[in-house]
């Protein structure tokens, strides 16, 4: 069959980012408007999955529409099952980020022990495909905890949160352009759409007392839903992101690069951490998980309900030695009673 998976050009990440946008503010309008509970909404959108999974694994070529509907659903998914564990189950941030590590990581050594490639320009076969999305689907799932992560660590409010993803997005594709590894860095690039997106979707959805502006989950959700749709429908016309070969032929490499490469991402990685650690250390106040409860209101109770459980003699003598102390600093005289 021919590829089916779109070519990776700039229109490919900014549908991904949308997508990523959608995933966490869809996701959490579902889960706090709807009533129906985090765990049947993500039931709900298991069985959404596999009918979209099975009518993309259906189609011989790559169909826009299909592929991309796949993707916002994976993605709305994803980061449900990242807030069971998170918040119905209690398993930590760092926990679940480190394990959804070992998922992809289980993923990608079994998808190159088979197939000997983990390129998206080779996605012609079943079981490529069928790894492509496993990938995809732990990708978002670690995307959500990851940043999730980082904000508990940081405190930094949601627009600020922005930068990191973006600036290490950056220093990937200049790696890129100087001479990494072309497989790895499109799946770090990928992974780190996911945090990226998902704080743009708490920045433009949160209340501007939490550092967001105030748009509401539904309103950025649509927004950017009718901006991927508007998006796929010029891919569908131009066909720009189209692999038209099904064998595409191998790219030049330059292994002492690639080399040099890895040793950059390193210090990347280390840098990353560091700034975090000191992030963290810094004061700042944590982050409210979604699944606690706010606080109890202060219960506001008319005299009479106030007074209503007290004896009247007793609440008569106490309105007067009210009145009596009221006149007393209202004349000046806040002397001390004698004792006995």
Request: aromatic content about 10%; glycine content about 8%.
């Amino acid at each position: 069959m021919l590829n089916k998976v779109p070519e990776v050009t700039i229109w490919f990440w900014i549908i991904k980012i949308l997508c990523t946008t959608v995933g966490e503010s869809f996701a959490d309008w579902i889960n706090m408007n709807l009533g129906v509970g985090l765990i049947n909404t993500s039931l709900i959108f298991t069985v959404v999955l596999a009918g979209v999974l099975g009518w993309q694994l259906s189609t011989k070529r790559y169909i826009p529409f299909v592929y991309w509907l796949t993707v916002v659903v994976v993605s709305v998914t994803g980061t449900l099952y990242t807030d069971i564990l998170t918040d119905s189950q209690g398993v930590p941030l760092a926990l679940s980020s480190s394990v959804f590590v070992g998922v992809l990581a289980v993923a990608f050594g079994i998808w190159y022990a088979r197939e000997r490639t983990l390129s998206v320009h080779s996605i012609i076969t079943r079981p490529r495909e069928l790894f492509y999305w496993l990938a995809v689907l732990v990708t978002f799932a670690l995307g959500t905890a990851t940043g999730d992560w980082t904000l508990e660590l940081t405190g930094w409010t949601p627009g600020v949160s922005v930068l990191l993803p973006l600036g290490l997005i950056v220093t990937i594709v200049l790696a890129w352009r100087l001479g990494a590894n072309a497989v790895l860095s499109f799946w770090l690039a990928y992974i780190l759409t996911r945090p990226l997106g998902a704080n743009l979707g708490d920045w433009l959805g949160s209340p501007s007392s939490d550092g967001g502006l105030g748009l509401g989950t539904a309103v950025t959700s649509v927004i950017f839903l009718v901006a991927i749709l508007a998006t796929v429908l010029y891919l569908t016309r131009s066909r720009s992101d189209v692999i038209e070969t099904s064998d595409p032929a191998p790219r030049a490499v330059n292994l002492g690069r690639e080399r040099i490469m890895l040793g950059y991402y390193a210090v990347v990685a280390v840098a990353t951490a560091a700034l975090l650690v000191w992030a963290h250390q810094q004061p700042h106040a944590a982050a409210a998980s979604e699944s606690e409860a706010p606080a109890p209101s202060t219960a506001h109770l008319t005299p009479k309900e106030a007074t209503g459980s007290f004896p009247p003699a007793e609440i008569a003598k106490f309105r007067s030695i009210a009145a009596d102390t009221l006149v007393k600093l209202n004349s000046g005289d806040q002397r001390p009673r004698p004792p006995g």
